[in-house]
């Protein structure tokens, strides 16, 4: 599973990137300053079934603190995208091409107006964020409805020669935008188009693909600078202007500071604060109240308020709103009855996350194809209950897989 971070040049992708996966990337004030895709690992956090078993848990990958578990999910930084791009505008096509296998995207925008459509800088207030909602929506969506066209005409011609029934021939031809025969079944029994695909009109097929990209790319709005609109507004009228533009789409608009949280991640790395990753507020080490300047502590009091307004940086947050929200994932354990560690001694090592809905059969395949091949049993480690192929996953399940060696 993969999280896009897409947005015009200069909204703060980079910024929010480095924010929630700590990884060098370039941070600079001018357009297109990250040339390629940057890949990196950011995190979501649960509440770690460790705590309420009274065990520490040793993550072979993330991390657990506090009793929440960090799991990492895969981040592209997708830089250059500029209305027209879909047609090779900007770089356009090869920052597209990083998105093809992208479950969801985060779409930065400058809420505070300060960067134009160029990405520009601009003084505050003077460009309206809400045609960048509209832009990129429609980017995205001209370039999936030319890649399902692409070929269209002579691909359903020959699927009927063949006397291939349309929704068979559909689902091969809309597997390369990432969209599965369910999610193709459920949008052709929606718009009920007719099986002879040679019929779709132009128009049908784009409602078609549009209905898909908003299961396979769904777009969440993250808010950035949000520091800068407070300033310049205050922030009765920052949450008015949230309102606003929540009302003018369908997809979700969350306030996000990056370079708050970017600010704080350091400090903590520094040994300034004491931070967690994704909390409302952080506290100034005692140690360091003297030695820090007046500016210092003029820029964490300020970054203190914005959390205090929106109960964190938003960092976070809308992550984790994408895997359990949008993308419905839920957490789930492998472990055993015996012993909650592997060979090793660690303590419930690894966390999966799957989609909710998932079942036994499922997990077992995704910890090894032969755990699905030879699936015996499982059994449901909490309640020590033996369950079958078709047991429903829930979330914060801890399941052993009984397979024949
Ligand atoms: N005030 C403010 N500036 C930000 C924020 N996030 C990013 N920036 C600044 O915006 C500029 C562009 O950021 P960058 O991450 O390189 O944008 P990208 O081109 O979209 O990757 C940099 O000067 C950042 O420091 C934020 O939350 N608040
Ligand atoms: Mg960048």
Redesign the pocket.
């Known amino acids: 599973m993969k999280i896009g971070v897409v ?10 990137f480095k924010s929630s996966t700590l990884k060098e990337v ?4 001018f ?1 297109f ?2 040339i390629n895709a940057n890949l990196g690992v950011g995190y979501v956090r649960i509440k770690c079934v460790c705590k309420e078993l009274g065990r520490q848990c040793n993550p072979r990958v993330g991390f657990c603190t506090e009793g929440f578990r960090y799991i990492p999910v895969e981040l592209v ?1 997708v ?1 250059g995208l500029v209305p027209g791009a879909h047609e090779g505008k900007g770089m356009g096509n090869q920052f597209l091409n990083d998105l093809i296998f992208c479950n969801a995207l985060v779409h ?1 925008i400058d809420v505070s107006g300060g960067t134009n459509e160029k ?1 520009e800088s601009i003084q505050i207030g003077t460009y309206n964020p809400a045609n960048d909602i509209k832009f990129l929506e429609e980017e995205i969506d001209l370039w999936l409805i030319g890649l399902v066209k692409k070929n269209w005409r002579k691909f359903v011609r020959t699927s009927k020669m063949q006397k291939e029934k349309g929704i068979e021939a559909l689902t091969k031809q809309l597997s390369n935008i990432n969209l599965t025969e369910k999610e193709t079944i459920r949008i052709y029994e929606q718009f009920d188009f007719g099986d002879d695909l040679t019929q779709w009109t132009d128009e049908q097929i784009d409602q078609f693909v549009i209905e898909a990209r908003k299961t396979t790319k769904p777009i969440i709005i993250g808010a ?5 609109l407070i300033d310049k507004d205050g922030i009765q009228k920052t949450k008015e202007k949230l309102k606003e533009l929540q009302s003018a789409t369908e997809s979700k608009v969350m306030p ?5 949280e970017l600010a704080l991640r350091n400090a903590q790395k520094a040994r300034i604060i004491d931070y967690l990753y994704g909390e409302e507020s952080f506290e100034i080490k005692e140690d360091k109240l003297t030695v820090l300047n007046n500016e210092q502590k003029q820029a964490l009091a300020k970054i203190k308020n914005i959390m205090d307004d929106f109960g964190s940086t938003g960092v976070l947050k809308i992550l984790n709103y994408v895997i359990f929200d949008v993308l419905d994932y839920i957490s789930i354990y492998p472990a055993g009855t015996k012993s909650l560690c592997d060979k090793k001694g660690n303590v419930l090592p690894d966390v999966f996350l799957m989609k909710n809905g998932s079942t036994a059969i499922d997990f077992a395949y995704k910890l090894h194809t032969d755990f699905g091949d030879k699936f015996i049993r499982a059994v449901n480690v909490k309640t020590k209950q033996i369950i079958g192929k078709d047991y429903v996953l829930k979330d914060k399940d801890m399941i052993e897989i009984i397979a024949d060696k």
Do not use: M
């Not at 947005?7 to 929010?16: A, L, M, Q, R």
């Not at 996000?256 to 708050?260: D, Q, S, V």
């Open positions: 947005g015009k040049p200069n909204v703060g992708k980079s910024t929010f370039d941070i600079q004030n357009p300053t990250t930084d830089a930065i990405g950035n600078k949000i520091d800068k996000i500071f990056a370079e708050g």
